[in-house]
């Protein structure tokens, strides 16, 4: 928790509490459904927490913005971004029902009002986004493939509506056909050093009607 106070220092009071929970939540779910290795889960809010929160140093969404999580697995990283921005939507999807019920316990537990997820597959979404994130869940040919025509038309922040994916190592093989695509790297604001070669790559989409 201090690791998030470091670098997110302006939470509100029920914020704190939201991340303080969070230990809690899913080391009791762990032990009923796996969604986090055994090696991972003691370093939940480095490896899960701050990783998912990678994004918010690369944006900050704005007041009603919708954002899709794919691959959403335990919630990351949906939920600790949604709690950080309570005024923005997110829909976290996963196809394996055992995380999504994970998902909605901790959602429910945290009483986030912002926070829908359901088991589906990111191809049987219906609706537009102004942004759609996720980690790692497969390359990025095939990720745009799946949510290439879920982009909203209008864009109301300074980064282009598209995907926002966690990602590590060298990607310069994946991204090869896909010159918009930016990377920044997440040891530029994180010290731990699991985020040596972690990223956050922006991918801006067209709307497609």
């Known amino acids: 928790m201090d690791e998030i106070l470091k670098y997110f220092p302006n939470l509100t009071d029920i914020q704190k509490e939201q991340f303080e929970k969070l230990d809690f939540l899913y080391h009791d779910w762990n032990e009923k459904i796996n969604v986090i290795s055994r090696k991972d889960i003691d370093a939940l809010y480095t490896k899960h927490i701050l990783h998912s929160l990678g994004i918010a140093k690369i944006i900050k969404f704005e007041t009603g913005t919708y954002v899709l999580d794919v691959g959403t697995g335990g919630g990351f990283p949906g939920i600790p971004l949604a709690i950080l921005f309570p005024e923005t939507r997110f829909y976290l ?117």
């Not at 019920?101 to 609706?127: F, H, I, P, Y």
């Not at 986004?129 to 493939?145: G, H, L």
């Open 93 to 209: 999807i996963d196809i394996i029902a055992k995380k999504i019920k994970v998902v909605q316990a901790v959602a429910e537990g945290l009483e986030l009002k912002n926070v829908k997820a359901e088991q589906m597959r990111a191809e049987n979404v219906k609706g537009d986004f102004d942004f759609i994130v996720s980690r790692a869940v497969t390359n990025m040919p095939d990720f745009v493939s799946w949510v290439k025509t879920k982009i909203k038309k209008n864009n109301k922040h300074e980064l282009k509506n598209g995907i926002l994916y966690l990602k590590g190592g060298d990607l310069s093989e994946e991204l090869k056909d896909f010159p918009k695509a930016t990377e920044y790297n997440l040891a530029d604001f994180f010290e731990d050093e699991f985020f040596e070669t972690k990223k956050v790559v922006h991918l801006p989409l067209k709307f497609v009607v």
